[in-house]
């Protein structure tokens, strides 16, 4: 049995939910926008908070640069008080299957966003990699951002087009992760996973289409080994990312997840 509890909110487009069960009540963050590379999406609204599961819900649109923008992914450390969150932005559009799409969002407000106050109030994290992103004017839409629950100060993020960047020290400083064999300029969108010091990382191509491989760091993300690419079969046709004829929407078809 399912109980709506967004239904009378000013947007029902959701890219990012988060669940903070270390509070009691759980805490519920809601990202509004979907930031999925689609040709059939929408902005959002900002974040959404609820602290009574779902009852009632207050809009953070951090003084307007959330709104228009669409959210990939919120991460919460939940090591701090008041909790520290992690937010992936990126472009907000209205499109439709028609082929009628223009831009909501301010390009600027792409990237990675901290919050040290329970998503009250955010700020702008700085990514050099960020600045002229190849395919916009502005910053380059951030895909997805982990913090690794063990050991919640180092934190993994991918940046559409130009790779994956970590930190070691909460999201103070970053750096760009290089993998073994692979140019940072062929990646596209990205998505990354973390648990007690072990990373995954999947790379999917700058065209959009096939996966570039499957990484594993066993190290904090020091170094880096390829692992073998999952794969199905399909009516006895193999699918594993890899090849473009597979139709794999690597921009699209992303989640990456650790069962813990």
Not at 105 to 124: E, I, K, P, Q, V
Not at 191 to 196: I, R
Not at 252 to 257: K, P, R, S, Y
């Amino acid at each position: 049995n399912f109980t709506s509890i967004f239904d009378s909110q000013p947007t029902l487009a959701i890219g990012a939910l988060a669940l903070d069960a270390t509070s009691n009540p759980p805490t519920i963050y809601v990202g509004t926008g979907e930031a999925d590379n689609s040709g059939d999406s929408y902005y959002g609204l900002g974040v959404f908070v609820s602290s009574d599961l779902g009852n009632t819900w207050a809009q953070r649109t951090n003084a307007g640069a959330f709104l228009d923008v669409s959210f990939a992914r919120i991460a919460i450390d939940t090591s701090k008080s008041p909790r520290k969150l992690f937010a992936a932005a990126s472009i907000g559009s209205s499109s439709d299957r028609a082929g009628n799409s223009w831009l909501e969002g301010n390009m600027f407000d792409n990237g990675l966003w901290r919050s040290t106050d329970g998503a009250n109030t955010w700020s702008h994290i700085p990514l050099p990699t960020q600045a002229g992103c190849p395919s916009f004017e502005g910053n380059c839409p951030a895909d997805d951002v982990a913090i690794d629950p063990i050991f919640p100060a180092n934190l993994y993020a991918s940046i559409y087009q130009f790779g994956v960047v970590a930190s070691n020290n909460g999201g103070d400083s970053w750096h760009t992760i290089n993998f073994p064999g692979m140019a940072n300029s062929s990646i596209g969108r990205a998505s990354v996973a973390a648990l007690g010091g072990t990373v995954y990382v999947a790379l999917g191509a700058s065209d959009g289409a096939e996966y570039l491989g499957f990484f594993k760091s066993t190290d904090q993300g020091n170094s880096w080994t390829a692992e073998q690419m999952p794969t199905a079969t399909v009516g006895g046709i193999v699918f594993d990312g890899i090849i473009s004829g597979n139709f794999s929407q690597a921009d699209f078809d992303q989640a990456l997840v650790i069962d813990p």
